[in-house]
């Protein structure tokens, strides 16, 4: 059982910054591969970056490479997820996720655990 608690959301301006804190509970989050996902009112929820447990491999979705930087630090069972030049369509609830395999990364389905998510809005 891993728990998992976002944090960092808020309000910034179009070429602003935010840093995401995904929290996790349980001694064996360091296996875990951990994904961040946002969704919008009335959309669908979309991949937006993920890590390998160890912290080496990273993956990000074409519309924040770039600009997203995600991010591990074992010790601190937390994943972050940095934000820069930020976009008003970057404007979503984040969450983070956990999985145990590589297979089906970028699909929400695949996921096992989730937090509450923490809502970004982008100004213009």
């Known amino acids: 059982q891993v728990q998992l608690v976002e944090s960092g959301g808020g309000l910034a301006q179009a070429g602003g910054s935010l840093r995401l804190s995904c929290a996790a509970s349980?001694?064996?989050?360091?296996?875990?591969?951990v994904g961040w996902f946002r969704q919008a009112p009335g959309k669908e929820r979309d991949f937006v970056a993920a890590?390998?447990?160890?912290?080496?491999?990273?993956y990000d979705a074409d519309a924040v490479k770039g600009r997203f930087t995600i991010s591990r630090d074992n010790a601190k069972n937390t994943v972050y997820l940095q934000m820069n030049s930020l976009k008003p369509e970057d404007t979503a609830v984040y969450y983070c996720?956990?999985?145990?395999?590589?297979?089906?990364?970028?699909?929400?389905?695949?996921?096992?655990?989730w937090g509450q998510g923490t809502q970004v809005t982008v100004s213009s």
């Open positions: 996720a956990t999985k145990n395999s590589y297979l089906g990364l970028r699909n929400p389905g695949w996921y096992e655990y």
């Open positions: 349980g001694r064996t989050f360091s296996s875990y591969y």
């Open positions: 890590i390998s447990p160890e912290g080496s491999m990273t």
